[in-house]
């Protein structure tokens, strides 16, 4: 009891209309079906495509190739906007900040596992990368409770050249694109290493930074 009327309170002292709480729930699970979640489930839908039309044919037909690179195009595409809309517009979900990274590995490491099945590209590559992503994503579980490593313009760099890299293997290159496209390769792999270590370092910092402060707490 607080010996505050209902009425000074804000409130009338009715009880809810029974259809109340549905409405709040109703609105509460339209706002899952807002824009940025869209553009995730988009590229979700898009991975198995992809992966089709990349196989296609056996995988070397130039036509299924440009197909398969429009594909991977939009969800590179579709990746750059739901992140940017989801903070501009306050559109951040669990489903989404769930969803968004699971998407955006999803079309990488298909294209990636893919690419190194149809021998056009070592598997050493695959691993470094997806190696990598799946470390750091663990490492974000393990700091997690410490705080959050924001991304790096290195990271963004990182995903950048990754992007340009994978889609240019995609299509089916020849002559001096071809080269050109190992040396994008070969930079997108410099620094998924060098973001990747720096994030280890970010992480262990964070860890004991919060370790200290736990301690100093008690």
């Known amino acids: 009891m607080t010996g505050v009327p209902a009425s000074a309170a804000g409130g009338t002292g009715r009880r809810p209309a029974p259809g109340a709480k549905l409405g709040a729930a109703a609105v509460n699970q339209a706002s899952l079906w807002n824009i940025a979640n869209i553009l995730t489930m988009i590229r979700l839908v898009l991975v198995p495509g992809f992966v089709m039309l990349l196989l296609a044919d056996g995988g070397y037909d130039p036509v ?63 691993g470094v990368i997806l190696g990598r992503e799946l470390g750091i994503t663990l490492m974000r579980f393990w700091v997690i409770r410490y705080g959050v490593i924001p991304a790096s313009r290195g990271g963004k760099l990182k995903t950048l050249a990754q992007g340009t890299a ?53």
């Open 166 to 218: 994978v889609g240019m293997y995609v299509l089916a290159l020849t002559g001096p694109l071809a080269t050109l496209r190992f040396w994008v390769m070969a930079v997108a792999v410099v620094l998924t290493v060098v973001t990747g270590l720096d994030y280890i370092r970010q992480a262990v910092v964070l860890r004991r930074k919060g370790l200290a402060a736990e301690r100093a707490a008690r």
């Open 64 to 126: 299924w190739r440009a197909l398969a690179w429009a594909a991977f195009a939009v969800a590179m595409i579709t990746d750059i906007f739901d992140g940017h809309l989801a903070r501009t517009y306050n559109l951040v979900t669990d489903f989404g900040k769930i969803a968004d990274p699971i998407a955006d590995k999803a079309i990488m490491g298909s294209a990636l596992v893919c690419l190194s099945w149809l021998g056009d590209l070592p598997w050493w590559v695959t």
